[in-house]
Nanobody
Framework: VQLQASGGGLVQAGESMNLSCAAS????????MGWFRQTTTKHRELVAT???????DYGDSAKGRFTISRDNAKTTIYLRMDSLKPEDTAVYYC??????RGQGTLVTVSS
């Protein structure tokens, strides 16, 4: 499985940003994907996960502000991030569970 993430960049606090991640290769009909992030201080946090069946889960910092969604036909997931805060600044990595990780995309939120 290969992962191709897109999105990221620089936004101001309070703004929104979308990330997407497309899986290709030997993907399964039933899958789980998600995002985790690593801050500049190397703190790692699971942001959100979603299954092909639509079950979602969010990390505490993402609840109420981030929304994860999917397109099963494209084996692609999306992360809508609203009300961004400077502390959301991190490299965001896409995951295809259990073992595949994407290359990471930098999200920078300025105050």
């Amino acid at each position: 499985v290969q992962l191709q993430a897109s999105g990221g960049g620089l936004v101001q606090a309070g703004e929104s940003m979308n990330l997407s991640c497309a899986a290709s290769g030997s993907t399964s009909t039933y899958w789980a994907m998600g995002w985790f992030r690593q801050t500049t201080t190397k703190h790692r946090e699971l942001v959100a996960t979603i299954t092909s069946g639509g079950s979602t889960d969010y990390g505490d910092s993402a609840k109420g502000r981030f929304t994860i969604s999917r397109d099963n036909a494209k084996t692609t997931i999306y992360l809508r991030m609203d009300s961004l805060k400077p502390e959301d600044t991190a490299v965001y990595y896409c995951l295809y569970f259990p073992h595949v990780r994407g290359q990471g995309t930098l999200v920078t939120v300025s105050s």
